[in-house]
């Protein structure tokens, strides 16, 4: 099946820092991708959608300016967390469509931790 | 707005034991409904969906019946492995070809030998 890589799998920050998260698709091209969070014992929730070479959709409640998405080619999107604060601390996920009604392929993680 | 019931574990069980894990669901018309799999150090897995009322997934032993009258997609396997140990999510895309995953918060099984 189709892969999906995140790095990296773990980090640490401080608070006050930026911190950059790749996802990318390894072996097929995503014309979507979608990013989601999740805290302990919750769901995932769906933070933006980004499409390549357009700007991000974010959802209801997400702030664009704090959460940046680039999704500059068909293989890689970026989440950058900026002035990240400890309530930032997550497990953040990406996955990846290759098309419209595609199936949505996972990465495994990012593991953030911001103190 | 649409939301995802499932029940929580974590649920340890031995090797051949029945499971079951209830997903209830709520949602406007006719969502499709999925369910996932999560094995340790990996990125979800899509294991089963059904978009219809009455359709059945099945997949790895595993199956699912989409059932609109008590608005659920209840997983059952009939003899779990030990392979099967990982964190299993009901989610459903609403009704009208949304691209938009709702998940449930996820459900971790142990599988002892």
């Known amino acids: 099946g189709a892969v999906v890589s995140q790095h990296p799998s773990r980090v640490i920050c401080k608070s006050g820092t930026s911190v950059k998260i790749e996802c990318r698709s390894l072996d097929f091209q995503a014309t979507t991708m979608f990013w989601y969070r999740q805290f302990p014992k919750k769901s995932l929730m769906l933070m933006a959608t980004?499409?390549?070479?357009?700007?991000?959709?974010?959802e209801q409640g997400v702030e664009k300016d704090k959460f940046l998405i680039n999704h500059a080619s068909l293989t890689l999107s970026t989440l950058t967390v900026t002035s990240a604060h400890p309530e930032d601390s997550s497990f953040y996920i990406c996955s990846a469509r290759e098309s419209l009604a595609g199936e949505q392929y996972f990465g495994p993680g990012t593991r953030l931790t911001v103190t | 707005g649409n939301s995802v019931t499932q029940m929580e574990g974590p649920v340890t069980l031995s090797e051949e034991a029945f499971l079951t894990i209830n997903c209830t669901y709520t949602a406007t018309g006719y969502p499709s409904l999925f369910w996932y799999v999560q094995y340790p150090g990996e990125g979800l897995q899509l294991l089963l969906k059904a978009t219809k009322a009455d359709d059945k997934g099945s997949n790895k032993g595993f199956e699912a019946t989409y059932r609109k009258e008590t608005t659920s997609f209840h997983l059952e396997k009939g003899s779990v492995q030990v392979s099967d140990s990982a964190v299993y999510f009901c989610a459903l895309t609403p009704q009208g070809g949304s691209e938009k995953l709702v998940f449930g918060k996820g459900m971790k099984l142990t599988v002892n030998p």
């Open positions: 980004s499409n390549e070479g357009s700007k991000a959709t974010y």
